[in-house]
């Protein structure tokens, strides 16, 4: 086998590899509540709790109004302040990182999970900053 033959070899093998991490959070998150648009989040809101995933920092800097802080870091320990019998809306930067907290919560139970499909960086709504 040649050089490039090694490195065809190799491409192939990392673009499976992204291919099967997408597919994977693709099937994960039919699994759970699912993912909602913008409007789908803001419209439902009001009758749910809102987690943002994200680390403290992140979370101080800006977030969703209404939006209470428990960072996937700390999930396991602090799950149990969420309501169970209230939907839970969850979001951060990262999809795949909000659909592992979404699979947490159902497997402990959590019936009505839901997050925001494109994540705190394309949200157009309401937003509350503040300066550390």
Do not use: C
């Amino acid at each position: 086998m040649n050089i490039f033959g090694i490195i065809n070899f190799v491409l192939i093998i990392i673009i499976l590899a992204f291919a099967l991490s997408w597919l994977w959070t693709w099937i994960q998150s039919k699994r759970v509540g699912g993912a909602l648009t913008n409007e789908e989040f803001e419209k439902g809101k009001r009758k749910a709790q809102i987690i943002d995933v994200r680390e403290k920092g992140p979370f101080k800097k800006e977030h969703i109004l209404g939006a209470r802080n428990i960072p996937y870091t700390m999930f396991k320990y602090q799950y149990q302040e969420i309501r169970p019998d209230l939907p839970v809306y969850l979001y951060s930067d990262s999809s795949a990182l909000t659909v592992r907290a979404a699979r947490f919560l159902q497997k402990k139970g959590y019936k009505k999970v839901y997050w925001l499909k494109d994540g705190f960086e394309k949200w157009d709504g309401q937003t509350k900053s503040s300066k550390y």
